[in-house]
């Protein structure tokens, strides 16, 4: 399975935006990118997935680079709500299951 | 909207008793996961189902079993609890969509609040 890297922490402003990096330089042509994220004491939630293309809903934005090598999550208005461990995930396109890493671990101080 | 939702919350056990965990979701979702989270660390997978009637082991299996009777239902058993076993396990479920040559373009898993398990 192709791999991610993410740095452990982070830490925001609120109401500033926040880019979070994942590097997957082992990526497939084949792999979908997903993100998801697990708020305190809560189930992982979905954020967003994108094969190629930026993607963009109501919760955040993906950009992908042009290589795909790497991916960056943005959160344009992060709110003390967002504080969360933030998890990038490589997924097959055949493949159903997901394989999560520790992920990134997001503070956002007031 | 309940969407998934896992009984008991907390459980403590002895080592060598029994229990089963219980998932129901109300999204008529065709597949089924049980992951485990042990302190600060992602989730492993250690069953999953992709219809009624069937199962599949995941990474972490050994020491669980699973039943999916029902599609809105999946049951983990602990035959033996051991300490090893402590962990907060959550339960998933997702509808799959494909197309094509893209393949499974979209399989977003809905997760339950979690089990809080301790093993003795």
């Known amino acids: 399975d192709a791999k991610t890297t993410q740095p452990n922490s982070m830490e925001s402003n609120e109401e500033e935006p926040v880019h979070l990096p994942c590097n997957h330089s082992?990526?497939?042509?084949?792999?979908?990118i997903h993100w998801y994220r697990q708020l305190p004491s809560q189930g992982p939630e979905y954020v967003i997935h994108g094969l190629t293309s930026n993607v963009n809903n109501r919760m955040a934005s993906l950009a992908i680079a042009e290589d795909r090598k790497s991916s960056t999550l943005i959160l344009h208005r992060a709110t003390l709500r967002d504080a969360a461990v933030y998890y990038c995930i490589l997924r097959d396109k055949d493949d159903y299951k997901l394989s999560f890493g520790a992920g990134t671990t997001v503070t956002v101080r007031a | 909207n309940a969407g998934v939702t896992q009984t008991p919350k907390f459980r403590v056990l002895k080592t060598g008793q029994s229990m089963t965990l219980l998932c129901a979701q109300d999204m008529n979702h065709e597949y089924m996961y049980w992951y485990r989270q042990d302190p600060g660390m992602g989730l492993r997978l250690i069953h999953y189902?992709?219809?009624?009637?069937?199962?599949a082991k995941g990474e972490v299996p050994d020491g669980y079993n699973v039943s999916r009777l029902k599609k809105q239902n999946f049951l983990l058993g602990l035959e033996s609890a051991a300490p090893s076993q402590t962990s907060v396990y959550f339960c998933?479920?997702?509808?799959?969509?494909?197309?094509?040559?893209?393949?499974?373009?979209?399989?977003?898993?809905?997760f339950g609040a979690g089990t809080r398990l301790s093993v003795l």
């Open positions: 998933a479920s997702s509808q799959p969509k494909t197309s094509g040559i893209l393949g499974l373009t979209k399989n977003i898993q809905y």
């Open positions: 082992t990526i497939s042509g084949t792999d979908y």
């Open positions: 189902s992709v219809g009624e009637g069937t199962t």
